[in-house]
T-cell receptor
Framework: EDKVVQSPLSLVVHEGDTVTLNCSYE??????LLWYKQEKKAPTFLFML????IEKKSGRLSSILDKKELSSILNITATQTGDSAIYLC???????????FGTGTKLQVIP | NAGVTQTPKFRVLKTGQSMTLLCAQD?????MYWYRQDPGMGLRLIHY???????AKGEVPDGYNVSRLKKQNFLLGLESAAPSQTSVYFC????????????FGQGTRLTVV
């Protein structure tokens, strides 16, 4: 059974701090890893990482895929209160349409 | 710029009642999905569709049925609601397989009493 584990489960930081969120996976026939941000409602796409694209960056957010360690990290630098959200990691693997989500990391950024 | 729209946003059902959740997307996506999100469980795939007229089971399909009669719409039905189906339901669509970016609706909070 495919597994995606995120850590920590929750995190409270002050504005301006840098945070690192972790995602590890055990899947058969890995295809891609995706990060989503979920504020009050719908998850919104952040990054997709594959064997051919193991590092992505957008503004203060960046993500790296470590295929050897079967994991990924999401870094957020100079955090802002608007970064407060649940960050979801998802892995596509194996057969058609098989995507497994982690339970998420809840980030709270306080002023 | 609607994207993915779900209706209704909230619903309370009594055990045994039936209902249909509607998902509509205006991005001409082939792929559509229904997920449920429960505390501590993450998002779990209920059913999905790879095109008009096609549907398939996901990870937790029991107690649900779906239909995709039109490319832009994906319906999720509960024939006889149970308290275990209390959850937040998300519809999503994508241009290609889930390995690409998926667009999510705003969710439907369903409570079965």
């Amino acid at each position: 059974e495919d597994k995606v584990v995120q850590s920590p489960l929750s995190l409270v930081v002050h504005e301006g701090d840098t945070v690192t969120l972790n995602c590890s996976y055990e899947v058969t026939n890995f295809r891609s890893l995706l990060w989503y941000k979920q504020e009050k409602k719908a998850p919104t796409f952040l990054f997709m990482l594959t064997s051919s694209g193991i590092e992505k960056k957008s503004g203060r957010l960046s993500s790296i895929l470590d295929k050897k360690e079967l994991s990924s990290i999401l870094n957020i630098t100079a955090t802002q209160t608007g970064d407060s959200a649940i960050y979801l990691c998802a892995v596509e693997a194996g057969g058609y349409q098989k995507v497994t989500f982690g339970t998420g990391t809840k980030l709270q950024v306080i002023p | 710029n609607a994207g993915v729209t779900q209706t209704p946003k909230f619903r309370v059902l009594k055990t045994g009642q039936s209902m249909t959740l509607l998902c509509a997307q205006d991005m001409n996506h082939e792929y559509m999905y229904w997920y449920r999100q429960d505390p501590g469980m993450g998002l779990r795939l209920i059913h999905y569709s790879v095109g008009e007229g096609t549907t398939a089971k996901g990870e937790v399909p029991d107690g649900y049925n779906v239909s995709r009669l039109k490319k832009q719409n994906f319906l999720l039905g509960l024939e006889s609601a149970a308290p275990s189906q209390t959850s937040v339901y998300f519809c999503a669509s994508s241009y290609s397989t889930p390995g690409g970016e998926a667009f999510f609706g705003q969710g439907t909070r369903l409570t079965v009493v």
